[in-house]
């Protein structure tokens, strides 16, 4: 049994155990992994996790596992053991916590000491065509010109835009929102507005290799802000109209309270999978 960091050298190799998806996001800023295989050479596990709050001195560093799987519990063993040598103590990680909707993934983690508890999944998956028939998206005939597409912005005024989200906490679900490049953003149904020459609203929305409409950070200030939320939501979603065929999946966390408390307004009776939920202390 070989044990090791997945890498760039190495990352190709792992495509059919992690998915076009995660291959991708091994590419951001605070993604790490490690990997198994057999004598052969053979990938028969991987693990991958995101480093949270590595920026902020005044937070601990935490850690969420994000993926692992193998092929048999000496794999599973070696994942766990590597990362908590290397990846915990290297990171000076203080928590460790997951969420999976795979049973095998949470017992893996309970079987190395972290809980687990069963409920409600964070995360609800609806249809291009479920968001389509909101009522407020259909009520706005026309969309104010104050409206855009991210995509029409400068890179100056976008990081701008973005210097401004981190600096009031407002990240939606991206520890690395400072890092990322207006490009890793589906330009062309994400959402902003321009009051008076500034942005002041953003709507963030990836597009997933795989296909998967992902709404990653929903932000706007001034007196407006209210009415140009629902906007620029009404405006991705047109705009995804014209891209995407109406079964592609949309993807919604629900981690902060301002987000749940939406989603609960806009798709009442719409629950997550069942899922597994577990956090172990590191130091």
């Known amino acids: 049994m070989n044990v090791f960091e997945i890498s760039d050298d190495n990352i190709v190799d792992f495509a059919d155990i992690l998915g076009e998806d995660m291959m991708e996001d091994m590419e951001r800023t605070f993604y790490r992994g490690y990997g198994t295989s057999d004598d052969d050479g053979n990938i028969n596990g991987a693990l991958v996790y995101e480093v949270k709050g590595l920026d902020d001195d005044d937070q601990d560093t935490l850690s969420k596992l994000l993926f692992i799987k193998a092929d048999s519990d000496e794999a599973y063993e070696e994942l766990h053991r590597i990362y908590r040598e290397e990846g915990v103590?290297?990171?000076?990680?203080?928590?460790?916590?997951?969420?999976?909707?795979?049973?095998?993934?949470?017992?893996?983690?309970?079987?190395?000491?972290?809980?687990?508890?069963?409920?409600?999944?964070?995360?609800?998956?609806?249809?291009?065509?479920?968001?389509?028939?909101?009522?407020?998206?259909?009520?706005?005939?026309?969309?104010p010109d104050y409206i855009i597409k991210l995509g029409k912005l400068s890179v100056t005024e976008y990081r701008a835009g973005v210097k401004n989200c981190v600096f009031n906490g407002q990240n939606g679900i991206l520890e690395d929102l400072s890092?990322?490049?207006?490009?890793?953003?589906?330009?062309?149904?994400?959402?902003?507005?321009?009051?008076?020459?500034?942005?002041?609203?953003?709507?963030?929305?990836?597009?997933?290799?795989?296909?998967?409409?992902?709404?990653?950070?929903?932000?706007?200030?001034?007196?407006?802000?209210?009415?140009?939320?629902?906007?620029?939501?009404?405006?991705?979603?047109?705009?995804?109209?014209?891209?995407?065929?109406?079964?592609?999946?949309?993807?919604?966390?629900?981690?902060?309270?301002?987000?749940?408390e939406l989603i609960k307004r806009l798709l009442p009776g719409v629950k997550g999978k069942p899922a597994f939920f577990g956090e172990r202390m590191e130091n």
Not at 111 to 133: H, N, W, Y
Not at 212 to 236: E, T
Not at 245 to 257: A, C, D, Y
């Open 89 to 143: 103590e290297e990171e000076e990680i203080t928590e460790t916590f997951y969420e999976f909707e795979q049973e095998e993934m949470a017992d893996s983690c309970e079987r190395t000491g972290f809980s687990k508890d069963a409920r409600e999944s964070e995360v609800v998956r609806i249809t291009l065509k479920d968001a389509c028939g909101f009522d407020f998206v259909n009520r706005i005939k026309k969309m």
């Open 179 to 260: 890092y990322l490049s207006m490009s890793w953003f589906d330009t062309e149904i994400s959402s902003c507005t321009i009051t008076d020459d500034e942005v002041n609203g953003f709507f963030f929305v990836r597009t997933t290799p795989s296909g998967v409409i992902i709404p990653v950070l929903l932000y706007a200030y001034g007196a407006d802000y209210i009415k140009n939320i629902a906007l620029m939501i009404a405006n991705s979603v047109k705009e995804a109209e014209k891209k995407y065929p109406p079964e592609t999946e949309i993807v919604i966390h629900r981690s902060r309270k301002a987000s749940a």
